[in-house]
């Protein structure tokens, strides 16, 4: 005789049709944004070792990519640039016809429909990776948001859809928001990466980008990762500049984090699933130790229990075919 239990939650598991009808949270195709990195070298497809299945594209190949990005369903990409050479104040980064400006209009003509963000910051640009202008071996605050928003500008005349400051120097989102709406540019959105924290997870990224600092580390701009409180105070400023959008970056170390941003702000927020989080993945799964699809599934549907509304990742390209089928 079986047991007169009253509650049951298996009644619900047992058939696929019902685990479908009652799932909470579902990741979308219009929830992901793809992270691509442009190089000056024209025609360029180079494999990033660490990070299995991405490349560095040249300006000429980023657009084809892009179409394929598109037909898949993915509504957005992040581009990252790599200049034809670096100096000590990142000058590079807001030339009219550098790198991003480029590719930006290289995309635009190929795949107009597709939301094109560009990552704001100087480290892919100064010779010594650091994120601002140096003073000795400090980085300077105001002098470098200066270049920032000369970047954003940059960007946005290309005709960017988003502009995205990574570089976590006080006070930028505000100088940005003033030099885009001084220049016209009022319709032009901040992805502010307010919450991103001096993360180990970035490693492959910087070989990505070639943005490895020559000395020392990010913390004295990025974030102590043991610290909660203050990932919200500076969402808070970050909201309070102006803002439309926040993010919180690594993503899986900081899902707490995520969640507690979803219960305090409004905004929409982004997170980011960063490189090394990307190269773990694909390390167990060359090994045959995880099930990648299942693994990557698990992680994103992860983002969107915390509270994400967008997704910046490494997997989007698989994501998208798995969430199709
Ligand atoms: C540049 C920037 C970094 C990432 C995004 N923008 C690297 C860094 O701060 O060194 C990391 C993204 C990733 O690891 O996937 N400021
Ligand atoms: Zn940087």
Known sequence: MPYPFLHRPRRLRMNPRIRDMVRENHVRLDDLVYPMFVTHRAGARNPIESMPGCFQLGVDQIAEECRRVQDLGIPAVILFGIPEAKDATGSQAWQEHGVIPRAVEAIKKTCPGLVVITDVCLCEYTS???????????????????????????????????????????????????????????????????????????????????????????RSHQMDPPNRREALRQARLDQEAGADLLMVKPGLPYLDILRDLRECFDLPLA???????????????????????????????????????????????DAARWIQE
Not at 179 to 196: E, M, N, R, W
Not at 271 to 299: F, H, L, P
Request: proline share 3%.
């Open 128 to 218: 010594h990776g650091h994120c601002g202008l140096l003073d000795g071996e400090r980085i300077l605050n105001d002098e470098t948001v200066e270049i920032l928003v000369k970047e954003s500008l940059a960007h946005a005349r290309a005709g960017c859809d988003i502009v995205a400051p990574s570089d976590m120097m006080d006070g930028r989102v505000a100088a940005i928001r003033q030099g885009l709406d001084a220049a016209g540019f009022h319709y032009t959105p901040i992805l502010a990466y307010s919450v991103k924290y001096a993360s180990g997870y970035y490693g492959p990224f910087r070989d990505a980008a070639e943005s490895t600092p020559a000395f020392g580390d990010r």
């Open 271 to 317: 997170v980011y699933n960063v490189s090394g989080e990307y190269a773990m993945v694909k390390a167990a799964a060359a090994r045959g130790w995880i099930d990648e699809k299942r693994v990557v599934m698990e992680n994103l549907a992860a983002f969107k229990r915390a509270g994400a509304d967008l997704i910046l990742t490494y997997h989007a390209l």
